[in-house]
Each structure stands twice: as structure tokens, then as C-alpha cells.
């Protein structure tokens, strides 16, 4: 939906936040929920409505790919047995060498003989392999039903899938992706409710933004929208505070390691008068059922069989 702003109302005002002033921390020990109060506030008139749009954001690259009670566990079993054991798989930002070394550490830690793992670059797919005694260690399964955390799309596996590594090389049934579990960083406020619609809660929610992940970890992601900005239609006649909160595409809480971003939120005015031609001119239309015409076959089949009736009772 587009706006024609109001030229007569007041200018176009830019809200530059930062978490380092946030007047109160919504997460513990997280800078990247929080929120923040202002001394002076924007007020709309009578006659107005303000837009909101995500102007600009500045955020560092120091949030983790693989993080506690997200993706670190790794469920299996041993030579077949029922019992559950998992390792877990020390948080960090991995790249697919740094997480096959990891991994192969830590299972040569658990098991005899060990497990040899290696990637290949033209199918980015990891290959498993038991280094075996005969005497020992016959297969190792991965069971990532068994755990609500497991590293199962870094991997290379689907969430409920079982996979038997034994003496022969086998590859991981999909591409592995270190970055599996955020590839996007989405921005929410209490600005709105009904600006945007997700996939994930299949309903409306508070997104104002989003900045996909287009650099290495340790760098700084930018939003600078170019051409196009969605711009959202709120109620309040007044805005004074902010609730910030910044989460991956499921919704869940980013910890940015103690480091702090900027965002800055633009707000337009539009006049009322222009959102209710807007909506009269957008009105769905009544639909209704379509008539047979005077001259339908239909009817002319009917004034004949009329016709012949008459015709009958004369008779």
C-alpha cells in the first residue's frame, strides 16, 4: 500500500536509536532486546496518521552459527543400542573446516577407533567414515529425533532422520549449512502489530525490517534501503518510547556477544482524508450471482417447452 504524504503537515522525522542508551534490558545479559524512553516525543494532529519505516541499521557480525539450546547438540548410539548419548558442540561462529575439525574431535573423544569426516567441495556435502578395529567400534548413528537442539541442518541432515555411519564412506543426505539457523536478522518494535505477515507464526506480528546476512563473521551488516521501503500505517498519535528486540527468522532472541547496534526509524505523515478515499476507492467488490439473459438458450428452451404444453392441453 503507498501513501501520498501530506505537504501541508509537518516533515519527515528520523528517530536514531541506539542499545548502548537503552533505558532498561528486556533479556538478560542481551543488548539487543530492550527498551528506550524519550524526554520529547513526535505527535501527529488531528488530521493525521503516521508512517513508520526502518530507515537505516548498523549491526555487528558478533552473534554466533552455532548457539546453546539452538543447534549444539548432536544425539546418537552406539553399535545400535537404544541408549541415547549426546555431545554437545562448544558455541562460536564455524565455518564448514573449523565445524569438520570440531566435530571429528570430539567424536574420536567418545568413540574407539574414531571417525574420519571429510567435505567435499563439489556436492558441499560432509562424508562419514568409522576408523574401525575389528574388535571394536562397528557403527555410530546419529539420531536427531532424539533432540529439540541438534546441529542436524549444519550437518547435512533432515530433523528426524537417522543416520548410520559404519566402516564405508557415506555423505550427508543434504548440503551442509554452517549458517543454518540465521540467515537474517529481523528487527521488531511495539509499533505494530499487523505491518507484516511470517511464515513462521502464520499471522500478522511486530517485524519492522529485516537484514539478510551478506558479509563474514566479525564484520558489520548494514540496511540502507535503495529504491523501496515498506512503510507501516499506525494508531499512535504520539511516540515517545521504543521497544526494540532483534531475533533470527524463528523468531528467537540474537546475543550479540556485548556489543551494541544503531537503528534509525523514520516517520511520515499522511492525512487522514487521503486513507479514507483510499479505503472507499478499495472496497471489495460484492460479487453477485450472474442472471441468464432474455435471449439465453435456456430461456428460449423453456418458452418452447411452454409453447408445446399449451399446445397439448388444447388438443
Given at each position: 500500500?503507498?501513501?501520498?504524504?501530506?505537504?501541508?503537515?509537518?516533515?519527515?522525522?528520523?528517530?536514531?536509536?541506539?542499545?548502548?542508551d537503552a533505558s532498561t534490558t528486556l533479556s538478560t545479559g542481551l543488548t539487543s532486546y530492550f527498551r528506550i524512553f524519550f524526554e520529547e516525543g513526535i505527535s501527529c494532529r488531528d488530521n493525521e496518521r503516521m508512517l513508520v519505516s526502518l530507515h537505516q541499521a548498523t549491526i555487528?557480525?558478533?552473534?554466533?552459527?552455532?548457539?546453546?539450546e539452538i543447534n549444539n547438540i548432536i544425539p546418537y548410539k552406539i553399535?545400535?543400542?537404544?541408549?541415547?548419548?549426546t555431545i554437545t558442540i562448544p558455541i562460536g561462529s564455524y565455518t564448514s573446516t573449523s565445524l569438520k575439525n570440531q566435530l571429528t574431535s570430539l567424536l574420536n573423544v567418545v568413540l574407539t577407533g574414531g571417525v574420519n569426516i571429510t567435505y567435499d567441495r563439489t556436492t558441499q556435502k560432509f562424508k562419514y567414515s568409522c576408523i574401525t578395529p575389528t574388535d571394536a567400534l562397528r557403527a555410530l548413528t546419529f539420531d536427531f529425533d532424539e533432540s529439540p537442539y541438534s546441529a542436524h541442518i549444519e550437518l547435512g541432515f533432515n530433523p528426524q532422520e537417522t543416520f548410520v555411519i559404519t566402516a564405508t564412506p557415506t555423505s550427508s543426505t543434504n548440503v551442509i549449512d554452517v549458517n543454518g539457523s540465521i540467515h537474517g536478522l529481523f528487527i521488531r518494535t511495539n509499533l505494530t502489530t499487523d505491518g507484516s505477515i511470517?511464515?513462521?507464526?502464520?499471522?500478522?506480528?511486530?517485524?519492522l525490517g529485516r537484514l539478510p546476512i551478506q558479509s563474514n563473521?566479525?564484520?558489520?551488516?548494514?540496511?540502507?534501503?535503495?529504491?523501496?521501503?515498506?512503510?507501516?500505517?499506525?494508531?499512535?498519535?504520539t511516540l515517545n518510547h521504543f521497544t526494540i528486540r532483534l531475533t533470527d527468522e524463528r523468531n528467537r532472541e540474537v546475543d550479540l556477544n556485548g556489543l551494541h547496534f544503531t537503528l534509525a526509524i523514520q516517520v511520515d505523515f499522511v492525512n487522514i482524508?487521503?486513507?479514507?478515499?483510499?479505503?472507499?476507492?478499495?472496497?471489495p467488490i460484492q460479487y453477485q450471482t450472474p442472471q441468464t439473459p432474455p435471449n439465453s438458450p435456456k430461456k428460449v428452451l423453456k418458452k418452447k417447452k411452454s409453447k408445446l404444453k399449451g399446445k397439448n392441453k388444447s388438443k
Open positions: 500500500m503507498s501513501y501520498s504524504l501530506d505537504s501541508n503537515g509537518a516533515s519527515s522525522k528520523v528517530i536514531h536509536i541506539n542499545s548502548l555487528p557480525y558478533s552473534f554466533y552459527n552455532i548457539r546453546n553399535d545400535g543400542a537404544e541408549t541415547v548419548h511470517d511464515s513462521k507464526s502464520k499471522g500478522l506480528n511486530t517485524i563473521f566479525g564484520s558489520v551488516l548494514f540496511f540502507n534501503p535503495n529504491n523501496s521501503t515498506h512503510k507501516i500505517l499506525i494508531h499512535n498519535k482524508r487521503d486513507i479514507n478515499t483510499f479505503n472507499r476507492y478499495t472496497q
